[in-house]
């Protein structure tokens, strides 16, 4: 039972361009939306975390969006860049966390 | 400051084997998850200490087991192997065993083959 679906599996983004990751989600007790980024060889790597009472958080290059009543969230890298080339996971978590089945992410040069 | 260690690195073993892998939180952490992570999927949860006491079970048969220790470290160990245990075993340290308190960070995971 996939609780977290995240879409699309793979993307290639020019460097300077948007990249844009979406994830949806079934069980309205998540109450945390963690973003990871994993490089090959390496564990996950948690990048920017939202709760649903808010609609947007900005760090940096990074920011989530997230759709309470739709029950999806976004994953927004502004700014692309080669060293954001990596497998990123979005996440929900209520009293465990459930990852989705990644994206992974290149950036041409 | 170290990070979370996770040993060994990379592991064979035969079907209908045992294995146990280790875990060392970041010091001061005294939450530790374990997450199966198979090729191409994302980190599936199988269990979470806090204090030496199970928190969560992720949906794993009873062949999978863990324990904690008392400087925090954990074991996570695994009866009678099959085909499909193949994967990459995560750990992650957390100070509080709720990651919007305090993050989760993961070692790089042991990879377990079965053959």
């Known amino acids: 039972q996939q609780q977290v679906k995240q879409s699309p599996q793979s993307l290639i983004v020019q460097k300077g361009g948007i990249s844009i990751i979406n994830c949806a989600y079934e069980n309205t007790a998540f109450d945390y939306f963690p973003w990871y980024q994993q490089f090959p060889g390496k564990g996950p790597a948690l990048l920017i975390a939202i709760r649903p009472d808010v609609s947007e958080k900005k760090e940096g290059r990074f920011t989530i969006s997230f759709n309470k009543s739709a029950k999806q969230f976004s994953l927004h890298i502004m700014d692309s860049q080669p060293g954001d080339s990596a497998t990123y996971f979005c996440a929900a978590e209520d009293d465990k966390i459930i990852f989705g089945k990644g994206t992974r992410l290149h950036i041409l040069p | 400051d170290a990070g979370v260690t996770q040993s060994p690195t990379h592991l064979i073993k035969t079907r209908g084997q045992h294995v146990t892998l280790r875990c060392s939180p970041i010091s001061g952490h005294k939450s530790v998850s374990w997450y199966q992570q198979v090729l191409g999927q994302g980190p599936q949860f199988i269990f979470q200490y806090y204090e030496k006491e199970e928190r969560g079970r992720g949906n794993f048969p009873d062949r999978f087991s863990a324990r904690q220790f008392p400087n925090y470290s954990s074991e996570l160990n695994v009866n009678a192997l099959l085909l499909g245990d193949s994967a990459l075993y995560l750990c992650?340290?957390?100070?509080?065993?709720?990651?919007?308190?305090?993050?989760?960070?993961f070692g790089n995971g042991t990879r377990l083959t079965v053959t």
């Open positions: 992650a340290s957390s100070a509080d065993s709720f990651s919007y308190n305090s993050p989760l960070h």
